[in-house]
C-alpha cells in the first residue's frame, strides 16, 4: 500500500512542475522569464517583440501614404498711397501626401476660403480735378490647389519634433462680392473674378503624438515666393506680380509702404491608415 501511494504522489509532482513549465510567462507579471530559442526573455521584453512583430506586418502603403486636414485663420493688411485694405479670412484645406522617404515627402493641398474685408480707396475723378476716399465691404470666397515638397532639415527630441522647409505651387480663383459702398473707379468697378497663381517657400514644425497622428503648424509670415493675379472684368482683363517677403509685397517694400500682407496662423493634424 506504501509503494502505491509513493508511486501517485511522484506521477502528481512530475505533472505539477510540467503545467508549471508550460504557463505563459506573462502571467506571473513583470517579473515572469520565458525560455525562447534558447535565450531568456522577461515578461517586459517578450511584450515589446510582440509590438514591434505588429508593426513590421503594417503594409507598406500604410506607412507611406498619410492624409490631413489644416485651418488657416488670418489677419490681412495692405496699404498702399491709393488705398488700405484690411479684414480677415479663414480657410480649410484637407491634404494627401506620400512619404518618399523619411526626410521627404511628397503631397497636395486642396480646399476653399471665405474672406471680409473693409477697403478704403482714394478716387480721383480727372474731369472735375477732385478726389476723395470711398469705403468698401468686400466678401471673397476661393478655392485653391496646392502641391508641395517638403524636406526635413532638423529632428529633436527622438524624432517627436521635426522641423521641415517646404516649397509648394499654387492656383485657385476668388470671387469677390461687393455688399456695401460705390465701386466706380475702384479695382472692383466691374470685376467678376480674379485668378490667383505663385509659389511659396516656408518653414514647418511638426510634433508626433503617436505613430498615426502628427500636428504640424506653418510659418507662412517667414514665406518667400511669388504672386501673379489675373483679374477678369466686363469686357477686359488686367494682370499683376510681384515677389513676396514675408507675406508682404516687394513693391509695397520699394515704395516704403511695406507691411506683412497677413498676420495669423496655419496649423493642421496629418493621419496616416
Known amino acids: 500500500m506504501r509503494k502505491k501511494y509513493l508511486f501517485l504522489s511522484l506521477i502528481m509532482l512530475a505533472s505539477v512542475s510540467l503545467h508549471g513549465q508550460e504557463s505563459d510567462p506573462l502571467a506571473t507579471g513583470l517579473g515572469g522569464v520565458a ?13 515589446k517583440l510582440k509590438v514591434e512583430s505588429k508593426g513590421d506586418s503594417i ?40 512619404k ?19 477697403s478704403s480707396y482714394l478716387v480721383s ?19 485653391e490647389v496646392a502641391p508641395y515638397v517638403r524636406y526635413k532639415m ?5 524624432d517627436k ?39 511659396q517657400v516656408s518653414p514647418v514644425i511638426t510634433y508626433q503624438f503617436n505613430r498615426k497622428s502628427t500636428f504640424q503648424i506653418f510659418f507662412s509670415i517667414l514665406s518667400l515666393g511669388y504672386s501673379g493675379t489675373m483679374y477678369s472684368y466686363d469686357g477686359h482683363r ?8 514675408f507675406s508682404g509685397k516687394l513693391s509695397n517694400l520699394l515704395s516704403n509702404q511695406f507691411t506683412p500682407g497677413l498676420y495669423g496662423l496655419k496649423f493642421g493634424v496629418q493621419k496616416t491608415f
Open 35 to 47: 525560455t525562447v530559442a534558447g535565450e531568456t526573455q522577461t515578461a517586459a521584453e517578450s511584450e
Open 59 to 98: 503594409p507598406m502603403w500604410k506607412k507611406k501614404l498619410y492624409y490631413g486636414y489644416n485651418f488657416d485663420i488670418y489677419f490681412h493688411h495692405d496699404s498702399k498711397r491709393e488705398s488700405k485694405e484690411n479684414g480677415w479670412s479663414f480657410a480649410l484645406t484637407p491634404e494627401i501626401g506620400w
Open 100 to 118: 518618399l522617404t523619411e526626410k521627404i515627402y511628397l503631397g497636395m493641398r486642396f480646399g476653399g476660403s471665405y474672406a471680409n474685408y473693409k
Open 125 to 143: 475723378v480727372s474731369e472735375i480735378d477732385t478726389s476723395y476716399y470711398t469705403d468698401l465691404r468686400v466678401h471673397v470666397g476661393s478655392w
Open 154 to 158: 532638423k529632428s529633436l527630441f527622438n
Open 161 to 199: 519634433v521635426g522641423i521641415w522647409l517646404e516649397a509648394h505651387l499654387y492656383a485657385g480663383m476668388d470671387f469677390p462680392r461687393v455688399t456695401e459702398g460705390k465701386t466706380a473707379n475702384t479695382d472692383y468697378d466691374g470685376l467678376r473674378y480674379a485668378t490667383t497663381y505663385g509659389f
Open 238 to 245: 488686367e494682370f499683376s506680380n510681384d515677389v513676396i517677403i
